[in-house]
């Protein structure tokens, strides 16, 4: 029996997974991680270190419970545009900026100014902009890799460095449909040296590193392969493959995906297309979802009311739900009121009168992508806190006209090791 490993590194935590040759789960681990720093003018920051201890600290536990003989590879996905710039030896330079680090802002409008407006490297907390503000600081001189989270730990699981996968590439600027660095980011002075290698997620890499295969008693000849971001990450745990499958999470906002055969963009509405095995994944997010009824309502009166929710008879009231003034997609107003009222006095016509409201947005996010020309979905996996609530389920169903499956995994570790998995066999 093959033994493959998934590795998740998240905003609150680490997670590992361990998973055979049958795809079937036969372990996890999770270790807690601190709290990024915060620092003046929007930055957000960790030392890469405590990312490292982590990684250790999981696959110790993974393999306390299994063992290391039949384990044949190892990947790793990371928070998009968390980025970092280390020395030839991998070495970090400086702490790394996290995904929401919005601190290079004078950078974002270089960028602006040059690139085509349907790259997904816009704005300041673009992996991009991070990389033009991190090269600009003093000390960077000795620089030779600009690293996202993922790249970093892979690289230090095999002792190589200056790759990554193209999911993670986007949002510093890597052209998917050509497959290249673009030109202009000559314009805007990328230091083309820093820039890693693109490859697709699951391509092997190395080998695990002696050092640490003699540490944690692996086999010298487990295979490092490329992961992914961990949204795209948690997409391939769900087991969507086709044109027309769809993947809808339900957090704190909705975020909605498809399969399609090309890919398809449009900034307006923040859409972008990703790389997905020889397909392309398509997707936007709303600003509604989750965080909405968390304004009105607690997890337990939101329990407490679902069992008796009545999704047969429709509420039909014409909400749209926003935490806040704003949305992107589908609809494209930074000025657009949140809409709910009227309010009736019964909470539980009111909780189903929003629930409804997100379905429809989810409807029109799904209609908006098949307007542009993705393929409308055939059938939809949800993933998310919202993926429990089963009457939500046959509420979405009705206004989508689309079955509504719940994955048996969607955890972003357990696609890692599929990605893993699918390595070793090229």
């Not at 110790?60 to 030896?89: E, I, K, Y």
């Not at 601190?103 to 033009?132: F, H, Y």
């Not at 993933?383 to 206004?399: D, Y």
Request: with cysteine.
């Amino acid at each position: 029996m093959n033994l493959f490993v998934g590795i998740d590194v998240g905003t609150s935590g680490c997670r590992a997974v361990i998973i055979d040759d049958s795809g079937k789960l036969l372990s996890r681990a999770v270790r807690a991680l601190p709290v990024p720093r915060r620092t003046e003018q929007a930055g957000v920051q960790q030392d890469p270190e405590i990312w490292w201890r982590a990684v250790i600290a999981v696959l110790q536990q993974l393999f306390a419970d299994v063992g290391t003989r039949s384990v044949r590879a190892v990947a790793v996905d990371g928070t998009s545009a968390s980025l970092l710039l280390a020395d030839a030896a991998g070495q970090p330079l400086a702490p790394a900026l996290m995904y929401n680090d919005a601190r290079a802002v004078d950078e974002a409008a270089r960028i602006a100014a040059v690139a085509p407006s349907d790259t997904a490297a816009q704005g300041a907390g673009s992996a991009l902009a991070k990389l033009l503000w991190l090269q600009s600081r003093p000390g960077m001189s000795k620089a030779r890799y600009a690293l996202h989270q993922a790249d970093w730990i892979a690289g230090r699981l095999c002792d190589r460095f200056g790759f990554s996968d193209c999911n993670n590439s986007l949002k510093l600027g890597y052209d998917p449909v050509n497959r290249s660095w673009p030109e202009w980011l000559d314009s805007v002075g990328v230091k083309r040296r820093l820039l890693p290698e693109v490859v697709a997620p699951g391509t092997p890499v190395g080998c695990i590193s002696p050092v640490l295969a003699e540490r944690l008693g692996l086999p010298p000849t487990v295979t490092v392969v490329t992961g992914t971001t961990d949204s795209t990450a948690a997409v391939f745990a769900t087991g969507v493959s086709l044109p027309g499958d769809a993947v809808t999470s339900l957090g704190s906002t909705i975020v909605v995906k498809v399969v399609a055969e090309k890919p398809f963009f449009c900034s307006r509405y923040g859409i972008y297309s990703q790389p997905f095995r020889r397909l392309w994944l398509v997707g936007g997010a709303s600003n509604s979802g989750g965080a909405v009824l968390r304004q009105f309502f607690t997890d337990e009166q939101m329990a407490e009311m679902s069992v008796r929710l009545n999704p047969s008879r429709r509420i039909c009231l014409d909400y749209y739900p926003l935490p806040a003034v704003g949305e992107r997609f589908p609809v494209s107003d930074l000025s657009l009121e949140p809409r709910l009222t009227p309010r009736p006095e019964d909470d539980l016509r009111f909780f189903q009168g929003i629930l409804e409201g997100i379905a429809r947005i989810e409807r029109r996010g799904y209609r908006l992508l098949s307007a542009l020309g993705a393929p409308y979905p055939g059938v939809i996996r949800t993933v998310g806190g919202g993926a429990a609530n089963h009457a939500w389920g046959e509420i979405r169903r009705q206004i989508l006209g689309v079955p509504m499956i719940k994955p048996a995994f969607s955890e972003a570790a357990y696609g890692t090791a599929l990605l893993a998995q699918g390595g070793c066999k090229k």
